[in-house]
């Protein structure tokens, strides 16, 4: 049934197309907008459930990576011979973007097959799967901030003032997120090897971004490795929001807005060309 629906082909440089993605925007906002409720209910049991049979329960969301960032903090600062106290607020200011964008893009690379069932029987635009996977990640962002403040009260230490400019950055992570999300998650349907491949990418990722190491230790050789990943640039953006240690410039800025306006788009496309392909696909 699938090979029977036409497709059409896409030129981003036609009005038609604009016109097209316009009407699509419009169409899906109309449709999530309707659905607010039921995304608050996905995101609010996802959460609910995660530590359903605990006895602390939701505490583990602020207790989790609060004592996983304080082993690993203490390990690797007598690896790297650093200050344990400015280590530890240096290594959680980098993991918690990291950490977003790894299990939000992984989650949500998946969420069109997870939530096969309310795809094919619930009346709801394909892109609200991989929003509720972003959204719920977004939540944990918050309590892993919470866990970091923590920290920092313990330790005798305190956020830069600009950390009031995060939010902001939490949008932009927010938003690459999606965007990286809804075009992977159209990529799985076909190909369900993805996600092992996602997941081995992202902990090659890992080792070549700067959040075990300062980047002024990356040599020269490695440089061009560490300016290719994109994950870099929202892990300084972040680190640079919360500790203070330099101004942030309109580059730290500008590269991870325009990278998150591009995948966006991207995947807008993608959504549109293959919405009504999708559910026979499953």
Excluded: C
């Amino acid at each position: 049934m699938s090979n029977d629906i036409e497709e059409k082909k896409i030129d981003v440089f036609d009005n038609k197309a604009y016109q097209s993605i316009f009407l699509y925007l419009k169409k899906t906002y109309k449709e999530l907008h309707t659905a607010r409720y039921a995304l608050f209910y996905f995101v609010r049991n996802a959460l609910r459930y995660r530590y359903r049979r605990s006895n602390l329960g939701f505490l583990w969301n602020i207790l989790n990576p609060l004592l996983t960032m304080m082993v690993m903090g203490v390990a690797f600062a007598l690896v790297f011979n650093r200050d344990i106290k400015v280590y530890l607020i240096y290594l959680f200011s980098g993991s918690i973007p990291y950490q977003f964008l790894n299990t939000s893009i992984q989650t949500a690379t998946q969420s069109m097959v997870s939530y096969e069932p309310y795809l094919k029987k619930v009346n709801l635009p394909k892109p609200f799967f991989p929003i509720v996977n972003v959204s719920i990640e977004i939540v944990n962002f918050v309590f892993m901030l919470i866990a970091l403040y923590i920290i920092t009260l313990v330790i005798g230490s305190k956020f830069s003032s600009t950390v009031v400019l995060l939010p902001f950055a939490m949008l932009i992570l927010y938003g690459f997120s999606l965007g990286v999300g809804m075009i992977l998650s159209v990529a799985f349907v076909y190909f369900r090897d993805l996600s092992n491949i996602v997941h081995v990418g992202f902990t090659a990722l890992f080792y070549v971004t700067p959040i075990l190491y300062p980047e002024d230790l990356v040599p020269e050789s490695l440089a061009m490795v560490f300016k290719f990943n994109p994950i870099s640039y929202f892990v300084l953006l972040v680190r640079r929001l919360i500790l203070g240690d330099r101004p942030t410039t309109l580059m730290d800025w500008g590269i991870p807005l325009i990278g998150t306006l591009i995948v966006l788009l991207i995947g807008t496309i993608v959504m549109m060309k293959k919405d009504r392909e999708i559910v026979y696909r499953l």
